[in-house]
């Protein structure tokens, strides 16, 4: 398994950009797939954005597309979330996840592996 710890979070106006990391250790990260997702309050956890083990191909959910990117530096064992344009629809906390497989997905069952979530608020 892969320990994963998230930061970058917070409290944030709508409109405003936050960045996301997520630092993995435990397994050699260029070896998999990494995902963000996110849950609401009283609402099931859904996917954000994916990124392959190498960076060179992502995958985003509709309602982030043009706003957010997802990026990975191998080098540092870190993935990204850049997440501009904000929308108090976006708040959440925020999960990133590895998956067992060298590309993303958008499935959660492909991922083996959570951080323990970071907390964005967007105000209106």
């Known amino acids: 398994q892969v320990q994963l710890v998230e930061s970058g979070g917070g409290l944030v106006q709508a409109g405003d950009s936050l960045r996301l990391s997520c630092v993995a250790s435990?397994?050699?990260?260029?070896?998999?797939?990494m995902g963000w997702f996110r849950q609401a309050p009283g609402k099931e956890r859904e996917f954000v954005a994916t990124?392959?083990?190498?960076?060179?191909?992502?995958y985003y959910a509709n309602f982030v597309k043009g706003r957010f990117t997802i990026s990975r530096d191998n080098a540092k064992n870190t993935v990204y979330l850049q997440m501009n344009s904000l929308r108090p629809e976006d708040t959440a906390v925020y999960y990133c996840?590895?998956?067992?497989?060298?590309?993303?997905?958008?499935?959660?069952?492909?991922?083996?592996?959570w951080g323990q979530g970071t907390q964005v608020t967007v105000s209106s």
């Open positions: 990124v392959n083990w190498s960076g060179g191909a992502t």
């Open positions: 435990g397994r050699t990260f260029s070896n998999f797939g």
């Open positions: 996840a590895a998956s067992g497989i060298y590309s993303g997905s958008s499935n959660s069952r492909q991922y083996d592996s």
